[in-house]
């Protein structure tokens, strides 16, 4: 069974006790790894309960095919549920679980396996789409909308005030992995403890360091046809753990704000004072590029990159081809396109 949009929140919030055959999948492994581990809790309160709880990697079933099998049908000695959580590799495993997905143990032991993108032909997603005993859940990036209410949680407990700059900041730079984004609200939430208000130097402070400002300037190198900037900044992102979902996703919110940019220049403004009217506000460091991208793009250009970047995004998660290689040919089409211009 496929679950997709409003379904997927309802099945985690009370999941259909029918189903003992969990995958999820997606870009954002952070999210794939919260949303195994909260599925987990509806039937162990205790994760770390060695009982009750057990943990396999793809090497574990590639070495023993009957293991998950196996594992689903042991009946816990202290009573209750069990939850078996299967980590997967790039490898395929679908031929090993093709039996449970066939035909379940008895019992209600839990199998929740995590992976990351798979496409829609990937033998494994196809298998627990098509099984009537499973249910294939996919996790990608947090949208705005996600973010936001992250960032809202994060501080309503403690009554804090979170300035409008800061809040859309935030949502600028966030949402690539759901653990990230967590790691870095806290690490905020610690850096104005004792205070009752988030302002942006506050946001800028505390997350201006961490991984998320790596994706601006593979934006920046892209939109000013820098090509060498370009190689580099994105072999940097994808080595500190970026996913190309990630990079393309910044890249269309920065030429999104060009092109609101460029809308304020048609009534017009100055392309210095445009910049100025965006909020959140361009970082200081990036004023001067921002400006010379604007003298540099115009309204149609600005389209067909942002519909060029969705396409690629797009082709990441549909057409199977690798993922890297989509990303950096479309950013690396956006910057030939900026080079000829300059």
């Not at 997606?26 to 309960?49: F, I, K, P």
């Not at 689903?72 to 679980?97: P, T």
């Not at 190689?231 to 919110?253: H, Y």
């Amino acid at each position: 069974m496929k679950l997709a949009g409003a379904r997927i929140g309802a099945f985690l919030r009370a999941p259909d006790p029918k189903i003992r055959l969990i995958l999820i999948y997606g870009g954002d492994r952070g999210l794939v790894h919260e949303r195994a581990r909260d599925l987990g809790r509806t039937a162990v309160e205790n994760l770390s309960d060695p009982f009750r709880v057990t943990e396999l990697t793809a090497d574990d079933v590639r070495g023993d095919g009957a293991r998950v099998s196996d594992e689903l049908a042991q009946i816990s000695f202290v009573g209750g549920r069990r939850v078996v959580f299967l980590r997967m590799d790039a490898e395929d495993i679908s031929k090993h679980l093709q039996p449970v997905l066939d035909t379940p143990p008895p019992g209600d032991s839990l199998l929740i396996v995590e992976a990351g993108e798979l496409s829609a032909r990937a033998p494994v997603r196809k298998a627990f789409e098509a099984s009537a005993n499973a249910a294939a859940i996919a996790c990608y990036a947090d949208d705005d909308q996600h973010v936001g209410a992250l960032i809202d949680a994060t501080f309503a407990d403690g009554k804090i005030a979170v300035d409008r700059d800061a809040r859309e900041f935030l949502i600028g730079h966030l949402g690539s992995d759901r653990m990230v984004t967590r790691s870095e609200l806290d690490k905020l939430a610690l850096y104005v403890r004792g205070r009752d208000r988030v302002t942006l130097n506050d946001a800028i402070a505390a997350i201006g360091d961490s991984g998320a400002l790596s994706l601006d300037a593979i934006a920046f190198a892209a939109a000013e046809g820098n090509g060498a900037a370009l190689d580099k900044s994105i072999e940097r992102a994808l080595r500190e753990g970026e996913g190309p979902i990630a990079v393309l996703r910044a890249a269309l919110r920065h030429f999104h704000r060009l092109h609101l940019a460029m809308g304020h220049m048609q009534r017009g403004r100055s392309p210095d004072d445009a910049m100025k009217a965006l909020r959140p506000p361009v970082i200081f460091l990036h004023e001067d590029s921002f400006v010379r991208q604007l003298r540099l793009w115009n309204v149609e250009r600005l389209r067909s990159a942002l519909a060029l970047i969705s396409e690629a995004e797009r082709d990441c998660k549909s057409t199977g081809m690798p993922d890297e290689a989509v990303c950096h040919r479309a950013l690396m089409r956006i910057c030939l396109a900026a080079k000829r211009v300059r």
